[in-house]
């Protein structure tokens, strides 16, 4: 396998290296998804009840206590508490595009690797063709076929290796915007209902 890998040329190391990237950013990805837990109806019934007793030094006590980014995002807009409506909505806001550039963190550097990796590929495959064809001009034209298809082979090896990697990192960076466009969508839907509580409160 090492041999296989070291046939390749030495554009194989930039691509193993993006292969090692695309893991990490993955198991890194994951580890921040699954970590961000909460139950988002509880969330928003403890808070708004808080709010109903007008205690948000409470409701921030309990958010504070949570791993979730709409919890974040009200404990923002709690720190407002109070204050016009505008000034709260603010708060929510930029709470929430804090809260998303968490999100799509690492996704940009997937975005760069399955761009790179392909083109990785193809340079090592035509460096390769190029040594390939090199050696049949020092050779004079008299190497066989099948040491030149060989060679073809070895520098092939470089694309496939590329399309390996950018193939799945694509799936992947599919997936994570559909987590995450989802989670914006939930919290668009939570910092709407905050504004309306917010602004129905002491009626």
Request: with cysteine.
């Amino acid at each position: 396998m090492w041999q296989l890998f070291l046939s390749g040329g030495p554009v194989m190391f930039p691509l193993l290296f993006c292969s090692i990237m695309v893991l990490a950013i993955t198991i890194e990805r994951l580890w921040f998804f699954i970590g961000q837990r909460g139950d988002i109806d509880e969330i928003r019934r403890i808070v708004f009840r808080l709010m109903e007793k007008n205690a948000p030094l409470e409701a921030i006590q309990y958010l504070q206590k949570l791993n979730q980014p709409v919890a974040r995002m009200y404990q923002a807009a709690l720190l407002h508490y109070g204050k016009p409506q505008s000034e709260v909505e603010i708060s929510l806001r930029d709470a929430g595009e804090v809260e998303i550039r968490k999100m799509e963190r690492g996704l940009g550097l997937l975005n760069v690797i399955i761009t790179a990796a392909p083109l990785l590929g193809l340079l090592g495959t035509v460096t390769g063709i190029i040594t390939s064809l090199n050696v049949l001009r020092a050779l004079q034209g008299v190497a066989s076929p099948a040491q030149l298809s060989g060679g073809i082979a070895e520098a092939l090896l470089t694309t496939a290796f590329g399309l390996i990697i950018a193939i799945p990192a694509l799936f992947l960076q599919h997936w994570f915007n559909a987590i995450i466009e989802k989670r914006i969508q939930v919290m668009n839907q939570m910092a709407r209902e905050f504004l309306d509580n917010y602004g129905n409160r002491g009626e």
